[in-house]
């Protein structure tokens, strides 16, 4: 079975400074992991996702994260916050041949102070 | 941009009663899936369809749940009588194929009291 950790349920950064929510995965095989980010009353848009191609994978709005096997890891960053990055970011892995089923970390809501 | 939709965006009902989540795929999506959040906890897959089955699902979708997708557009699902514990935002997803992303709605708030 695969599980999925993010570490810190609330991040908060100043406007400008780095962003980094971290995301640990334990899967029996190599797996895709995905980050979507929630905004408030809305539902999850995929940030970006990795599925077994390069490990630093780019995604949308200036994240990007690298999958790191030897510390089953799938961090994301971004280097500089901006106001509208305020929102709720999930980790999800998923196993191949699995009909799609993601398993989705525990979410962890990032404030970002002007 | 092609979009998940869902509806109701909410919706309330007493104890004991079945309701039906409607949401209708991007078109040319053939994979189905509803997870649920309950609030303050993680997003919960639920069940995954395709080809007119059901190809996977987790322990929480038990006899009380059921999907379908009864007019080749809408994929629905159906709580047959609901518990005060069913109260969460469902959302469905669908996607083009195994392991590509899902593309999620925006869910619906089911408050059963």
């Known amino acids: 079975a695969q599980s999925v950790t993010q570490l810190g349920s609330h991040v908060s950064v100043s406007e400008g400074a780095l962003v980094l929510l971290r995301c640990n995965y334990s899967?029996?095989?190599?797996?895709?992991l995905f980050w979507y980010v929630q905004y408030p009353n809305q539902g999850l848009q995929l940030l970006l996702k990795?599925?077994?191609?390069?490990?630093l994978v780019k995604g949308i709005n200036g994240f990007e994260a690298e999958f790191k096997k030897s510390e089953t890891s799938f961090h994301l960053t971004k280097p500089s916050a901006h106001m509208s990055d305020a929102a709720e970011y999930f980790c999800?892995?998923?196993?191949?041949?699995?009909?799609?089923?993601?398993?989705f970390g525990q979410g962890t809501i990032l404030t970002v102070h002007p | 941009e092609p979009e998940v939709t869902q509806t109701p965006s909410h919706q309330v009902t007493q104890m004991g009663q079945e309701v039906i989540l409607r949401c209708v795929p991007i078109?040319?999506?053939?994979?189905f899936y509803w997870y649920r959040q309950i609030l303050g906890q993680k997003v919960e897959f639920l069940v995954s369809?395709?080809?007119?089955?059901?190809?996977?699902k987790s322990e929480i979708f038990d006899d009380q749940f059921s999907v379908e997708r009864p007019d080749g557009s809408n994929f629905t699902l159906k709580i047959r009588s609901t518990k005060l514990e069913d109260s969460a935002m469902y959302f469905c997803?669908?996607?083009?194929?195994?392991?590509?992303?899902?593309?999620f709605g925006q869910g619906t708030r089911l408050t059963v009291v």
């Open positions: 999800a892995v998923s196993l191949p041949r699995s009909y799609g089923k993601l398993t």
């Open positions: 990795y599925t077994s191609a390069a490990t």
């Open positions: 997803a669908t996607g083009t194929g195994v392991n590509t992303e899902a593309f």
């Open positions: 078109s040319n999506h053939l994979y």
């Open positions: 369809f395709y080809n007119n089955e059901i190809s996977e």
């Open positions: 899967s029996s095989v190599p797996p895709y």
